[in-house]
């Protein structure tokens, strides 16, 4: 995801960031609070449908997975952590298994991930591809994608590599172009991942996404926006017309629009989306930008949006979950305005979380700080994997300005 270059005022969300609202209490049992839909994935029957089969027999492999997986897949769409209950849930039998059926096995592993448990998750992992099944080759590319996360691009790609033969060209390609893109060859990267998506039109939808979102990622790196807008206009067509959400693509979309001045394009994108935090966050900053423009409802909308927001973080915080850091640390340096607190956030983030993006938002918010010499450990990541990204210019000249030299 990408961070908009948006300097906000207004220091009144702190109070409310601090637990001043009392929560809400109805005036009687009858009140309704919310009406929620019965999730259903496009072509899949509803998740209450796939729970009453698991229920009924909830030992049995194909039941269970079937409801996990469309859990997890709503965990993702919506950033709803009680999805991830219950997908944990319809493993319980196997979750201790060390021998559970690879199947189990891999699902299990991205149900740690998406917890931030990569140390368990990426035993999983290796145990899938130290073994003979064919989830192996899932494994590697799912420990690719760790690897990016973690960035270490010299571990993905030996990943990609090892799994191309086993997988579809497009994501083979996609995985390789990653890596290869973080550790600093982003041109012939995009090019080799252009020709692949020219040559695979009609590729699954997930595999589609991805590759288009970091073709994008990759065009962004090399000051290509025009490029990069294509790539993001295809991808969210695609969603569209599948009837399906990808936040991830969504919150990146609108961090490059942010980043090119396009405020007012970014609430149509993401109005859809009140209930993922990630989406809110955004329109949140393209509300507050228009208002600062002198839009007074856009600002209105915006405190009321930001409010939310910091009730929200404050629960994450209560039950410390930590798979939202970075949005923690953007709402504290862009919404808040408290560069400390983003700081600290970023780096209990960087612990495991390092990609462009991270490396921008921790040098941004070392820099508010007046504490350049807390961006060393980003100075030093850039200077290992030899990423070359035209929006980290600022401020890693500042950073390397102000920072004192090891």
Do not use: K
Request: net charge neutral.
């Amino acid at each position: 995801m990408r961070l908009g270059r948006i300097v906000l005022t207004g220091l009144w969300v702190v109070a409310t960031a601090a637990g001043a609202d009392p929560p809400y209490t109805p005036g009687s049992d009858s009140e309704v609070l919310e009406r929620l839909v019965v999730p259903r994935l496009p072509g899949t029957a509803s998740l209450r449908e796939l729970r009453g089969h698991w229920a009924a027999q909830p030992t049995l492999v194909p039941a269970a997975l079937a409801y996990a997986r469309a859990a997890l897949e709503l965990n993702r769409r919506e950033e709803d952590p009680r999805y991830l209950g219950y997908a944990e849930a319809a493993l319980a039998p196997w979750w201790g298994r060390p021998l559970a059926p690879p199947e189990i096995v891999l699902l299990r592993a991205s149900l740690r991930l998406a917890r931030m448990d990569h140390a368990e998750a990426l035993q999983d992992l290796q145990a899938l591809i130290d073994s003979p099944a064919p989830e192996g080759h899932a494994a590697r590319i799912t420990r690719a994608g760790v690897r990016l996360n973690q960035g270490d691009p010299v571990a993905a790609l030996a990943d990609c590599t090892a799994a191309a033969g086993h997988v579809s060209r497009l994501v083979a390609v996609t995985c390789a172009a990653a890596a290869q893109g973080l550790a600093g060859d982003a041109a012939p990267a995009l090019a080799a991942l252009e020709a692949a998506l020219r040559d695979n039109e009609g590729a699954p939808l997930a595999t589609e996404l991805w590759a288009r979102g970091v073709a994008a990622e990759l065009a962004q790196r090399l000051g290509r926006s025009p490029e990069a807008r294509r790539h993001f206009e295809d991808a969210v067509r695609r969603m569209a017309a599948a009837d399906t959400t990808d936040p991830g693509l969504l919150a990146s979309y609108a961090d490059f629009l942010l980043d090119q001045g396009e405020a007012r394009s970014v609430p149509a994108l993401l109005a859809p989306y009140p209930r993922q935090d990630s989406l809110l966050l955004r329109l949140t900053l393209a509300e507050r930008a228009q208002g600062l423009a002198g839009d007074a409802a856009a600002a209105a909308a915006a405190q009321e949006h930001a409010r939310r927001l910091a009730l929200r973080f404050q629960e994450m915080r209560q039950r410390e979950d930590r798979s939202h850091l970075r949005e923690q640390a953007l709402f504290e340096l862009s919404v808040v305005g408290n560069p400390e607190s983003a700081l600290q956030l970023m780096q209990r983030s960087w612990a495991w979380q390092r990609e462009p993006v991270d490396a921008r938002l921790y040098l941004r918010a070392a820099l508010a700080a007046r504490r350049p010499e807390a961006a060393l450990p980003v100075l030093e990541w850039l200077r290992r994997s030899g990423l070359q990204d035209v929006r980290l210019q600022p401020e890693l000249a500042a950073a390397q300005q102000q920072a004192p030299s090891r």
